[in-house]
């Protein structure tokens, strides 16, 4: 699979150096960068609160408590 897969099926704009925002479970709205995919999942890497990006990705579910920034 690969992101082009998973904007055609899930319908979002997931792209390599995509922004989003992730909800944590403690309602916590957390920045990330769209590295790329494995099987159906984003792999993105979180931002730190000194404002730099996790050194590894993690992956994610493209609709589950995610939000797409747009791009320029």
């Known amino acids: 699979m ?3 897969y998973i904007r055609h099926y899930y319908k979002v704009p997931a792209k390599r150096g ?5 909800t944590a479970s403690d309602g916590e709205d957390i920045p990330g960068k769209i590295t790329g995919a ?3 999942y984003l792999r993105a890497k979180l ?12 992956l994610f579910h493209p609709t589950w408590n995610l ?6």
């Open 2 to 4: 690969s992101l082009a």
């Open 47 to 58: 931002q730190r609160y000194d404002g730099t990006y996790n050194r590894k990705s993690s």
């Open 18 to 22: 995509g922004l989003i925002i992730y």
């Open 67 to 72: 939000a797409y920034l747009p791009t320029a």
């Open 38 to 40: 494995k099987g159906t």
